[in-house]
């Protein structure tokens, strides 16, 4: 393996590098490298080398290329797999890959494609061309780091908003509750007032739900479960949301055939995906209609199920692979559905290590589906 033989600070302004670029040369035949190196020696980049594939792949934080020079034909990982996994992975999928290879079949350039390769470059290698396919993929890396810096920037600003709503939204719903406890109020005013509280309260539940998406996502919210009892819990929940559902004359029942009397579970987090659940199917449920949730184990007892069925207008099937996307409408007519609460309920899934999918329930209605691992590490 042959250290880079330039090396310099990383410099990033919003996510931006402003340093000399680094180009990761892996091949097998230290000659090859050799060659390559040279000929990108006009350019003044940073380089590195890797022998094999898989060291390639262990470097790649190490070297933070911004342009990976990937020989096919190597003895352990090809370089179809070696681009595959790279591809396959968050953190490096942007970088783009120029494949270096003496194979020329269509076969095999669709083999390449398929992997996510970007670029190709045949052998021998020239040198002019070498360079012109290296400034190109060194532009669309710089856009894409230009992308991912506005992004940010914007998802920084959407959190610092989304936080310093909570007081003034606090401070709104505590003089509508003082309002309301007025003796003298009119009954117009009465209802203005109601009707402000009760959608600042929903404008808290979204604030909320955002703040905690965001901690999630980032990571910057570890789970804490401890053993509590899954029956308890949604009980304690659809007990909470029975007003609603007798307000709207839809009826409530829970199910718990097999259910576990303990699991590990976040259960602040698991409570707000078991409410979002409910709410969502009472919301659409229509009247004279049933709620049904049901609790038990599934995948032979390593995961615990719990399932809500609802009689409303169900979820087309061509809309339920995206139902749980963030900001989701499934309706632009009806923006009552937003797919937060629903993206919320399968970011808590998957921390928990399990998933969360949408069916129908026949003749009429949809049924979502929750299944939470269990880790083996912490105490049924």
């Given at each position: 393996m042959t250290e880079p033989r330039r090396r310099s600070a990383r410099l990033r302004i919003s996510g931006a590098r402003v340093a000399r670029p680094t180009v990761l040369i892996v091949d097998d035949d230290p000659a090859a490298r050799d060659v390559i190196d040279a000929l990108l020696l006009p350019e003044d980049y940073l380089t590195a080398h890797a022998e094999r594939g898989a060291e390639a792949l262990a470097r790649l934080p190490e070297v933070d290329p911004d342009v990976v020079l990937l020989d096919v034909m190597m003895p352990d990982l090809d370089g179809f797999?070696?681009?595959?996994?790279?591809?396959?992975?968050?953190?490096?999928?942007?970088?783009?890959?120029?494949?270096?290879?003496?194979?020329?079949?269509?076969?095999?350039?669709?083999?390449?494609l398929d992997a996510g390769a970007d670029e190709f470059l045949c052998k021998p290698v020239g040198g002019v061309e070498l360079r012109a396919r290296v400034r190109s993929m060194l532009r669309v890396k710089r856009q894409m780091d230009e992308l991912a810096?506005?992004?940010?920037?914007?998802?920084?600003?959407?959190?610092?908003?989304?936080?310093?709503?909570?007081?003034?939204?606090?401070?709104?719903?505590?003089?509508?509750?003082?309002?309301?406890?007025?003796?003298?109020?009119?009954?117009?005013?009465?209802?203005?007032?109601?009707?402000?509280?009760?959608?600042?309260?929903?404008?808290?539940?979204?604030?909320?739900?955002?703040?905690?998406?965001?901690?999630?996502?980032?990571?910057?919210?570890?789970?804490?479960?401890?053993?509590?009892?899954?029956?308890?819990?949604v009980r304690d929940v659809t007990e909470g949301l029975r007003v609603?559902?007798?307000?709207?004359?839809?009826?409530?029942?829970?199910?718990?055939?097999?259910?576990?009397?303990?699991?590990?579970?976040?259960?602040?987090?698991?409570?707000?995906?078991?409410?979002?659940?409910?709410?969502?199917?009472?919301?659409?449920?229509?009247?004279?209609?049933?709620?049904?949730?049901?609790?038990?184990?599934?995948?032979?007892?390593?995961?615990?199920?719990?399932?809500?069925?609802?009689?409303?207008?169900?979820?087309?099937?061509?809309?339920?692979?995206?139902i749980f996307d963030k900001y989701e409408v499934l309706d632009p007519h009806d923006r009552r559905r937003f797919g937060l609460g629903l993206y919320l309920c399968r970011t808590v899934a998957e921390a928990h290590g399990g998933h969360v999918a949408v069916g129908a329930n026949a003749p009429r209605g949809a049924v979502f589906t929750v299944e939470l691992g269990r880790p083996e590490e912490v105490p049924a």
């Amino acid at each position: 393996m042959t250290e880079p033989r330039r090396r310099s600070a990383r410099l990033r302004i919003s996510g931006a590098r402003v340093a000399r670029p680094t180009v990761l040369i892996v091949d097998d035949d230290p000659a090859a490298r050799d060659v390559i190196d040279a000929l990108l020696l006009p350019e003044d980049y940073l380089t590195a080398h890797a022998e094999r594939g898989a060291e390639a792949l262990a470097r790649l934080p190490e070297v933070d290329p911004d342009v990976v020079l990937l020989d096919v034909m190597m003895p352990d990982l090809d370089g179809f797999e070696v681009c595959r996994r790279l591809k396959a992975d968050a953190a490096w999928r942007h970088v783009p890959v120029i494949l270096v290879t003496a194979l020329t079949q269509k076969e095999h350039l669709v083999r390449g494609l398929d992997a996510g390769a970007d670029e190709f470059l045949c052998k021998p290698v020239g040198g002019v061309e070498l360079r012109a396919r290296v400034r190109s993929m060194l532009r669309v890396k710089r856009q894409m780091d230009e992308l991912a810096a506005a992004l940010e920037l914007r998802e920084d600003l959407a959190r610092m908003i989304v936080h310093d709503l909570r007081n003034p939204l606090s401070a709104i719903g505590g003089h509508a509750e003082l309002m309301l406890a007025r003796d003298d109020l009119s009954e117009p005013a009465r209802r203005h007032a109601a009707a402000v509280h009760s959608q600042t309260g929903r404008l808290e539940t979204l604030v909320n739900e955002l703040l905690l998406v965001s901690k999630l996502e980032d990571g910057r919210m570890r789970l804490r479960r401890d053993a509590c009892d899954p029956r308890q819990l949604v009980r304690d929940v659809t007990e909470g949301l029975r007003v609603v559902a007798e307000a709207k004359g839809i009826g409530l029942r829970v199910e718990a055939p097999g259910a576990p009397d303990v699991w590990p579970l976040d259960r602040p987090l698991v409570q707000r995906l078991v409410e979002n659940l409910l709410t969502n199917a009472l919301r659409h449920g229509p009247q004279g209609s049933a709620v049904t949730v049901t609790l038990d184990l599934a995948a032979n007892g390593t995961r615990l199920r719990l399932r809500v069925a609802d009689q409303g207008p169900g979820v087309p099937e061509g809309q339920r692979a995206r139902i749980f996307d963030k900001y989701e409408v499934l309706d632009p007519h009806d923006r009552r559905r937003f797919g937060l609460g629903l993206y919320l309920c399968r970011t808590v899934a998957e921390a928990h290590g399990g998933h969360v999918a949408v069916g129908a329930n026949a003749p009429r209605g949809a049924v979502f589906t929750v299944e939470l691992g269990r880790p083996e590490e912490v105490p049924a």
